[in-house]
């Protein structure tokens, strides 16, 4: 059964930083790529990041662009956000997301979420 | 970056009903040399993670019953929920992974009426 667990979310100050992780098991986590959506309260769903199986390339909306980063240690089958200067609209429940199959693009299975709150 | 308008807003009605949901892209999404349409549909209940409802336009994913169903291509597509079961109230998403930034609608709710 794959699972996406979830962990790290909070308060954080504007431009403070804060790291969220995503452990991964039921799958071979080095074989798929990974990505991070984000959901504002109240509001719809906003891809923000991805990254390949071995974390050689990685991708990025530009809503966060040059302020978050996404890498994943798979030898610890654990995908990760860097939230560095974040901004009160960057204020979101998170997900990790696995692809279906070989396409970034399509979500199969979530992490339950972690609320981040940006705010002093 | 492709723009997914859906509509309606909400949607009211009663369990046993049919329920019809729209979603319509600014650009294609249908892949000319596969004949593949990049389009999702997810649902999402209060508090709860978006779950895979509806890949490719028209495949249903692992464990979706058969009362959900995709259609559509190019820019219009449909999903429809032959009759609508109590659990079945929730809001729907439409999703384009034919291009990046792979993009969401704004969503349906679909409520109990």
């Known amino acids: 059964e794959v699972q996406l667990l979830q962990s790290g979310g909070g308060l954080v100050q504007p431009g403070g930083s804060l790291r969220l992780s995503c452990a991964a098991s039921g799958f071979t986590f080095s074989s798929y790529a990974m990505s991070w959506v984000r959901q504002a309260p109240g509001k719809g769903l906003e891809w923000i990041s991805a990254?390949?199986?071995?974390?050689?390339?990685?991708y990025y909306a530009d809503s966060v662009k040059g302020r978050f980063t996404i890498s994943r240690d798979n030898s610890k089958t654990t995908l990760y956000l860097q939230l560095n200067s974040p901004r009160a609209e960057d204020t979101a429940v998170y997900y990790c997301?696995?692809?279906?199959?070989?396409?970034?693009?399509?979500?199969?299975?979530w992490g339950q979420g972690t609320l981040v709150t940006v705010s002093s | 970056e492709i723009v997914l308008t859906q509509s309606p807003g909400t949607l009211s009605l009663s369990p046993g009903e049919r329920a019809t949901l729209s979603c319509r892209a600014s650009q294609s999404v249908s892949q000319s040399v596969s004949s593949s349409s990049y389009l999702a549909w997810y649902q999402q209940k209060p508090g709860q993670a978006p779950r895979l409802l509806i890949y490719?336009?028209?495949n249903r994913a692992t464990g979706i019953p058969d009362r959900f169903s995709g259609s559509g291509s190019g820019t219009d597509f449909t999903l429809t929920i032959s009759r609508l079961e109590p659990e079945d109230f929730a809001v729907y998403y439409c999703?384009?992974?034919?291009?990046?930034?792979?993009?969401f609608g704004q969503g349906t709710k679909v409520e109990i009426q």
């Open positions: 990254i390949n199986y071995s974390g050689s390339d990685t």
């Open positions: 997301a696995t692809p279906r199959g070989g396409i970034y693009g399509l979500f199969e299975y």
């Open positions: 490719h336009a028209s």
């Open positions: 999703q384009q992974y034919d291009l990046s930034p792979w993009t």
